[in-house]
């Protein structure tokens, strides 16, 4: 029943900013830790930005000082501010979370649909 969606993709053009959102589709789930990915074509999935309920996150190298993961738990979602965008960050970028209604030792794990992030001149 419950679901995590994604939104804020599109078109941008290199050095501009985008944010995706990612939010629980049932509100009495919340996220626990979450994460972003990005798989761009012809590459594996790799790991953007992590962020636990606590607010601790760890970043990929590649996007170290130009991505900004944040949580508003009030409201149940999850965000991937992106600036100073580059071409190399083209791809289909995944939100992952750990949802459960109620705690639990090890809440399920879901995957959002994916949000195409397009950048280029």
């Known amino acids: 029943q419950v679901q995590l969606v994604e939104s804020g993709g599109g078109l941008v053009q290199p050095g501009g900013s985008l944010r995706l959102s990612c939010t629980a589709s049932?509100?009495?789930?919340?996220?626990?830790?979450m994460g972003w990915y990005r798989q761009a074509p012809g590459k594996q999935r790799e790991l953007v930005a992590t962020?636990?309920?606590?607010?601790?996150?760890n970043y990929a190298d590649s996007v170290k000082g130009r991505f900004t993961i944040s949580r508003d738990n009030a409201k149940n979602t999850g965000y991937l501010q992106m600036d100073s965008l580059k071409p190399e960050d083209t791809a289909v970028y995944y939100c992952?979370?750990?949802?459960?209604?109620?705690?639990?030792?090890?809440?399920?794990?879901?995957w959002g649909q994916g949000t195409q992030v397009t950048v280029s001149s």
């Open positions: 049932v509100s009495i789930f919340r996220i626990y830790d």
């Open positions: 962020i636990t309920r606590g607010g601790t996150t």
């Open positions: 992952n979370a750990d949802l459960a209604p109620i705690a639990m030792m090890t809440p399920p794990n879901y």
